[in-house]
Nanobody
Framework: QVQLVESGGGLVQAGGSLRLSCAAS????????MGWYRQAPGKQRELVAA???????NYADSVKGRFTISRDNAKNTVYLQMNSLKPEDTAVYYC??????????????WGQGTQVTVSS
């Protein structure tokens, strides 16, 4: 069984910072791409940032220059450092990872989501 557990969400004023963490655990053989998505009320879930196992990154245009994704492969953990937060960043943030289990099967896993609220 593989699971992703997120932490670090909360309430912050505009211009502030938050750091999200997502740790994968269970019967893991390897982790490929990891990423963060978000979903605001009434909107579709969207990709915020992604990182490959080799460290290549990709960002949504709306967060470029403000958010930084990173990962610690030894800890099976991905992070999202969010700076200069804006009210429009308010959403539930979900961690996503493509994981190959020790059984040999690969699957796409999601975290439970963590609320980020930015007040103006």
């Amino acid at each position: 069984q593989v699971q992703l557990v997120e932490s670090g969400g909360g309430l912050v004023q505009a211009g502030g910072s938050l750091r999200l963490s997502c740790a994968a655990s269970g019967s893991i053989f390897s982790i490929n791409n990891m990423g963060w998505y978000r979903q605001a009320p009434g909107k579709q879930r969207e990709l915020v940032a992604a990182i490959t196992s080799g460290g290549s990154t990709n960002y949504a245009d709306s967060v470029k220059g403000r958010f930084t994704i990173s990962r610690d492969n030894a800890k099976n953990t991905v992070y999202l450092q969010m700076n200069s937060l804006k009210p429009e960043d308010t959403a539930v943030y979900y961690c996503n990872a493509n994981i190959r289990a020790k059984t040999g099967w690969s699957n796409n896993y999601w975290g439970q989501g963590t609320q980020v609220t930015v007040s103006s």
